[in-house]
């Protein structure tokens, strides 16, 4: 999950990092409330994506009128292919020099990248300057010392008062780092006034999302971004707010571009079954990770995201030999979608593949939906792909809808 910057500061203002005071505005009349406030102030158009300011996307004003008409330019357009809603209003920071500082992970280990020049791209700078560069592989284990950090900013060619400052900050950020099970954390730039201070003027961040648990804060509620600033629609985010709220294991869904709605288990058998479809000439409708739950809720959020999706036209349940989870429970989920949906199984196709303990049970639950296709004990899973392929392309050539 990529945060917005207003996000992102407000973490930061909350773990007592500088950073300017600023507010989101979702219109021309709160961006000018909020500059009446802050006087000078940079209108900038929140969206999860860096080179704004080449976009265009950023403008610095001196008054609440041309606030208002920064957030009027910005509101409504689209910037690097994300829709602008909202702009964050930030007061001016008077910057003297600029620098550059990340946290991410390699292919081993964490990284923290740091240039004594900031605000522009960095790879340019490593292009143009690539002394002033240097990039760290961190101890995962261990803290990240303000000395060490210091000897860090050294390499890069940073001198003076301000390197102190910067050790501090850096071994904070990277407590904060951990601390917030990031994925990726970007200053860019870290200004600094005439009198030494700091600020993080420029900040982005990534979290992971398998540890959302620990971070209620940031809900799924109100984020419209995913992996990688993708951006996700209702159904996707609802199924992210399952997984957030409800007990159980993981829980993802991916909406491609597809008609075959799939919930899969096993996770290399969900991998090559999603490669099946394609090979016997279907096209999936979505991919989904899901892990054993206690109840029929977190597997019913799925499946009603997929019966949802207006492209659905077939729908395959498939799991290898269930242990952790009955198959009553993943087939109740399963009937209480169809009948809250009015799916017809006998013109929209659905296919099982379920076995192990609940079996029977299962079995004579979908006896209540005519047409449900549930595979004979140890049919294999390409026969089941098979099937659910053949009948969403017949049902697609007869123009049949559910």
């Not at 900013?153 to 780092?177: C, I, K, M, N, Y």
């Not at 990688?228 to 629609?233: H, V």
């Amino acid at each position: 999950m990529r945060l917005t910057e207003e996000k992102v500061k407000e973490w930061l203002r909350d773990n007592r990092f500088p950073v300017p005071e600023g507010s989101s505005a979702a219109n021309s009349s709160e961006a000018s409330a909020v500059a009446e406030q802050l006087g000078g102030v940079a209108v900038k158009a929140i969206v999860p994506t860096g080179r704004r300011g080449k976009a265009g996307a950023v403008h610095l004003v001196e008054t609440p009128e041309e606030a208002a008409e920064a957030a009027n330019a910005l509101i409504g357009q689209e910037i690097n292919g994300y829709p602008v809603k909202e702009v964050y209003v930030e007061a001016k920071f008077p910057i003297q020099s600029e620098y550059y500082l990340s946290f991410a992970f390699g292919p081993r280990a964490p990284k923290l990248v740091v240039s004594r020049h900031g605000g522009v791209e960095i790879e340019q700078t490593f292009e143009r300057d690539p002394d002033s560069v240097v990039t760290e592989d961190i101890d995962p284990l261990t803290d990240l010392k303000p000395w060490d950090a210091v000897s860090l900013w050294e390499r890069a060619g940073v001198e003076g008062p301000v390197l102190a400052r910067l050790g501090q900050l850096t071994s904070r950020l990277h407590s904060a780092f951990r601390n917030a099970d990031a994925i990726m954390i970007e200053c860019n730039p870290i200004a600094v006034d005439a009198d030494g201070h700091l600020s993080l003027v420029g900040a982005m961040m990534e979290i992971d999302d398998n540890a959302m648990f620990r971070h209620r804060d940031w809900s799924s509620e109100g984020y419209s971004f995913g992996a990688e600033g993708r951006i996700l629609n209702e159904r996707e985010i609802a199924v992210m707010h399952a997984n957030e709220t409800l007990p159980g294991g993981a829980l993802r869904y991916t909406e491609l571009d597809g008609n075959i709605g799939i919930l899969m288990g096993g996770g290399g058998a969900s991998l090559l079954q999603h490669d099946m479809i394609i090979d016997f000439g279907g096209k999936l409708a979505n991919h989904t990770d899901f892990s054993p739950a206690p109840s029929i809720e977190k597997p019913l959020a799925v499946l009603n995201a997929i019966l949802e999706n207006p492209n659905t036209r077939g729908l395959l349940l498939s799991f290898n030999y269930l242990q952790l989870l009955p198959c009553n429970i993943l087939v109740g989920a399963l009937c209480e979608a169809l009948r809250q949906h009015g799916v017809d199984a006998t013109s929209f196709p659905v296919v099982v593949r379920v076995f192990g303990p609940g079996e029977d049970e299962a079995r004579s639950m979908v006896e209540e939906f005519p047409g449900v296709r549930y595979m004979p004990p140890k049919a294999s899973l390409d026969e089941a792909v098979k099937l659910i392929v053949d009948l969403t392309n017949e049902a697609v050539a007869s123009g049949s809808k559910s």
